[in-house]
């Protein structure tokens, strides 16, 4: 079953591609993997907030299938160590035909999108650089399908 990640967010530089391109190289061995990338919205620039995260959720909401179960990016969301993510990854695909990941703009997400979201998932306590968190996700689910195929490439 492929996975879809959809993010929010500027073109990132080269090294940051570079990244992004082992990590997916990587994760493809055990998934195929759909990426959507949505341009942030023009009214950031505006400091209009609120319409800058409704714009850019409309663009998100457009691109997730009905059938999805969504899981959304967030701060506030459940804490995973490698091993319980590995579990509860296995738990999603086992219940559900179609995963996307949703990763908001540099202002979050939308209510919108919260109210779509089936999970709330915190990478970290720590603040990351935007550009960052697309590479981090794609390495965790890697890690996750690994630990799933008893691959070595995760270590206790």
């Known amino acids: 079953m492929p996975l879809q990640i ?3 967010g500027q073109k990132p530089p080269r090294w ?10 990587n994760l ?3 998934s195929k993997v759909v990426l959507t990338d949505i341009s942030i919205s023009s009214n950031h620039k ?6 800058a995260k409704k714009e850019e959720a409309d663009a998100i909401l457009h691109h997730i299938p009905k059938d999805a179960y969504v899981i959304a990016l967030d701060e506030k ?3 995973f160590s490698s091993m319980l993510l590995a579990q509860q990854l296995n738990k999603w695909l086992v219940h559900h035909s179609k995963l996307t990941f949703i990763i908001g703009g540099p202002a979050g997400l939308h209510d919108s999108c919260y109210q779509r979201a089936n999970a709330l998932w915190s990478l970290s306590d720590l603040t990351f650089p935007h ?22 490439y995760h270590r206790e």
Do not use: M, T
């Open 16 to 25: 940051c591609e570079l990244a992004l391109d082992e990590c997916l190289k």
């Open 6 to 8: 959809i993010s929010v």
């Open 131 to 152: 550009r960052f968190v697309k590479i981090i996700l794609v390495e965790q689910l890697y890690r996750a399908y690994s630990i799933l195929n008893n691959h070595p």
């Open 28 to 30: 493809q061995h055990f």
């Open 77 to 79: 969301g459940k804490h």
């Open 46 to 51: 505006s400091n209009n907030i609120p319409a």
